[in-house]
């Protein structure tokens, strides 16, 4: 009978198993939903913005050739948590990003809409214009999409801020039509 455990003690076992794995995956992508000490926008509090990961589906992803999101950790500067999705091996350094925040950041270029919907363009603070744009949506009274894209080495051939604006907006259009319908 060495090494087996009575029967009550798997038991017990189980129940400590299936609890803990609940609670490690109960607890994924939570988010505070507030604002950072500076008094930046922070995230907004829906499941989008705790998980910014699902603002692209798979059919999405595939059309865009596009890697599966890593979730990146909150950050000061923007707050909330945001997703990262690549195209690499294709080229290594195209990088889209999304997070939701409580309230647009300052600055920016108003644009007659994205997805119908109010918008900004902007160049995010310390980036390549040539390479860079990103896009804040008002996509609720209390949310904002931030859809970023950037080809950081700039080795895509063509690639100017017109094309990197393009495929911000592309990728923000495909994440507002997901967000919509996560609100339903």
Not at 74 to 93: E, H, K, M, Q
Not at 138 to 166: D, F, K, R
């Amino acid at each position: 009978m060495s090494g087996w455990l009575p029967r009550a003690a798997l038991g017990v076992a189980s129940v400590f198993l299936v609890v803990g794995v609940t609670a490690a995956v109960s607890g994924c992508g939570e988010s505070s939903g507030s604002t950072s000490a500076t008094g930046s926008p922070g995230a907004s509090s829906s499941h989008a913005a705790a998980n910014p990961c699902t603002l692209l589906n798979g059919a999405q992803l595939r059309k865009l050739n596009l890697n599966q999101g890593e979730q990146q950790p909150n950050t000061a500067d923007l707050g909330g948590v945001s997703c990262s999705w690549t195209n690499f091996p294709v080229y290594r350094d195209n990088v889209y990003r999304a997070r939701l925040l409580s309230a647009p950041l300052p600055g920016g270029t108003p644009v007659p809409s994205v997805g119908g919907l109010p918008s900004t363009q902007l160049v995010p603070a310390g980036t390549d214009a040539r390479t860079h744009c990103a896009f804040q949506v008002q996509v609720a009274s209390n949310e904002v999409l931030w859809a970023e894209y950037s080809n950081i080495s700039g080795n895509q051939p063509g690639m100017t801020h017109q094309v990197a604006c393009q495929k911000a907006q592309a990728v923000a259009v495909s994440m507002i039509s997901t967000y919509r319908s996560l609100k339903q």
